[in-house]
């Protein structure tokens, strides 16, 4: 049996005992969706549980869910730039990218639309938010200040106050290219008193301003 704590990808998987395992298929490669609560295992130098209904894991997904749809959004020259830098080991440009993007992340880099990741654009702020709680939900609205070069926005929650901003607390990953209002309603939520940040993240890999914490309850 494998416990696996990341996508199967070239160089970022590891081996060992476990119980049960659900491979789904992504981008025409094999990942985890699911492994034995409670392991853990040092990756990037952060320990990532198995647990899927852990924070950790909804992060990872979050960001898996994103990469996945934009990598079929990328036109053919950019495709052909990630095909071109793919490492022997990697195989297809689609493992490499994964790996590329996931590497990143655990660190609380977002992704970047080019295989170099400038970082060198100009961050993009979240302008207005408003945050409203319901019945096992909370209902948020992001506006971003600019639309040029914006990628997506993450929105990040936690029962206890979100004092540094990482992957292990993201919920969403949702793509972003007008300034417009953005509509996110989480949900199902129990009753009770939920922090929230957000920011917008452009093409460059550049994360903008994270939103002060702030609060919701949900009856």
């Given at each position: 049996?494998?416990?696996i704590?990341q996508p ?11 119980k ?18 409670g392991?853990?295992k040092?990756v ?85 938010h ?9 209902s ?6 600019d ?9 990040l ?35 009770g008193?939920y ?23 949900v009856?």
């Open positions: 049996m494998a416990i704590t199967l990808l070239p160089g970022s998987y590891v081996w060992g005992k476990g049960a395992l659900v491979f789904t298929r992504l981008v025409k490669t094999d990942i985890v969706r699911q492994g034995i609560t392991w853990t040092t990037q130098q952060t320990r990532i549980p198995c647990d899927p209904m852990t924070q950790a894991q909804l992060g990872v997904r979050a960001l898996i869910s994103f990469i996945s749809r934009q990598w079929y959004l990328l036109d053919a020259g950019t495709k052909l730039n990630w095909k071109l830098s793919t490492p022997e080991a990697y195989k297809r440009a689609t493992a490499y990218y994964l790996w590329f993007q996931l590497t990143r992340w655990l660190t609380f880099k977002t992704p970047s639309q080019t295989h170099e990741a400038p970082e060198e654009s100009t961050p993009i702020a979240i302008s207005d408003q945050y409203h709680g319901g019945k096992r939900f909370a948020l609205s992001l506006t971003p200040a639309d040029t070069s914006l990628y997506g926005i993450l929105i929650r936690s029962k206890i106050e979100i004092l540094t901003p990482s992957y292990l607390q993201t919920i969403a990953m949702i793509p972003k290219n007008t300034a417009t209002p953005l509509l996110y309603t989480d949900s199902p939520l129990n009753a008193t922090h929230y940040r957000a920011a917008a993240f452009n093409t460059d890999g550049v994360l903008g301003p994270v939103l002060a914490d702030d609060t919701v309850s009856s």
